[in-house]
């Protein structure tokens, strides 16, 4: 396996290691506070860390396959993560639209604010790292996992606006305000994932 591979696989058991932790803590503050923000972005952070999974299968299994299975796995892994996308859009817009309806306020979540200004610093690192792999690697769907990424340091920004309108001013409407945000994000992206997934099937 190749220094760059190497990377590839360790960027992903990482992408996998704090996702999982991120996933479990915004969806503790989410039910606390009642935050359809928090959750969807606990959410999102479950879907990344199933996406780098695959990426691990992905690159843990290069040295045994021969270059026609490589193209195919590359193939499925950009089209599961493009899909992924569409999957947590569709619930965190159906909950942010409940919540506005039936207006819903959310508490107050300083916990929530701690873990969207964590996500603020370490995701674009971790996008810059992912993007700068794969692109030197001709990986696309490495590339496309580092938007989802970058996704969830948008996601963030957002997250951190619409809990801290709530925390400081009491806008609770922020909250699932920014959830259809997420939700906006979401779809965009996994429509350039899809794009990126009919690109590699071209090439091949």
């Not at 999982?20 to 923000?37: F, H, M, N, R, Y």
């Not at 817009?93 to 964590?118: D, H, M, N, V």
């Amino acid at each position: 396996m190749t220094n760059r591979r190497r990377q590839a696989l360790h960027l992903a058991y990482f992408t996998i290691a704090y996702n999982v932790v991120e996933c479990v803590l915004a969806l503790v503050a989410g039910a606390l506070a009642g935050s359809i923000a928090l959750v969807g972005f606990g959410l999102d952070s479950l879907v990344e860390s199933l996406s780098g999974g695959v990426m691990v299968y992905r690159f843990a299994r290069h040295e045994t396959m021969s270059a026609k299975e490589e193209a195919r796995l590359e193939r499925r892994a950009v089209r599961i993560v493009g899909y992924t996308f569409f999957v947590l859009s569709a619930y965190v817009l159906y909950e942010s639209l409940e919540k506005l309806i039936f207006q819903e306020a959310p508490a107050p979540s300083l916990f929530g604010i701690c873990i969207a200004l964590a996500s603020i610093i370490v995701m674009p690192v971790l996008f810059a790292l992912k993007y700068r792999t794969g692109k030197s690697l001709g990986s696309a769907s490495l590339m496309a996992d580092s938007k989802q990424t970058l996704a969830c340091a948008m996601l963030s920004v957002a997250l951190l606006i619409g809990l801290g309108l709530n925390y400081w001013f009491g806008i609770w409407q922020a909250d699932p305000f920014i959830g259809l945000v997420i939700v906006a994000l979401l779809i965009r992206e996994g429509y350039q994932t899809l794009k990126e997934e009919k690109l590699c099937s071209c090439a091949s």
